[in-house]
């Protein structure tokens, strides 16, 4: 199954990618606490354009038929049905070694915090897979997610015109390799296992 996975990262083929989670996501699983719930998109976007395969999001489920994601207002807790509602579908992933309550805890800790609009490390604001990579720690509370280098690339190695002018408007370089995170890379590592749709 690695080697599958290996070959769309290598590859940067988003139909590939995309037909290869459908296929391991075929039928529903029972969630658990501290499970990955990561957003499958109808169609390219500005975040599926610089990373591979068709996600754009991630949020936790905490239990309960709730989630808490980081989105536009900010780092929110969520029900579990108003995923359903959204266009194109979920995914879960399940990680494993994870201290399931103390991750859980540390991300509600982030609860009413800023959206990070600019993706960049260092400050008080979250993204969505930056809330995992700040919450998730394995059984001797070490961090199971590290950061990797940011992406604002095509598959051709060319920053895309969307983010040179999204951050030209704030004045700023395009912040290409600085450390952070993609929901899409997170749904890759190794110890990320998919298990199923969410229906």
Known sequence: ??????????????????????FLCGSCQTLKTGDLLFHVAESDNAITDVTPGMIDHVAIYLGNDSVVEAVGRGVVITPLDSLRQQKGHYV????SYLNAKASIEQALSYVGRSYDWLYLPDNDDIYCSELVLL??????????????????????GRITDYWKKFYARHQMEVPEGLPGSNPAELSQRPIVHMK???K
């Open 135 to 156: 919450s998730y720690t394995d059984r001797e509370g070490k961090q199971l997610f590290a950061p990797i280098p940011m992406s604002f690339h095509d598959a051709s």
């Open 1 to 22: 199954m690695e080697s599958i996975f290996k070959t769309a990262r290598k590859s940067f083929a988003k139909p590939f990618f995309a037909t290869t989670l459908l």
């Open 196 to 198: 199923g749709r969410l």
């Open 92 to 95: 879960i992933g399940r990680v």
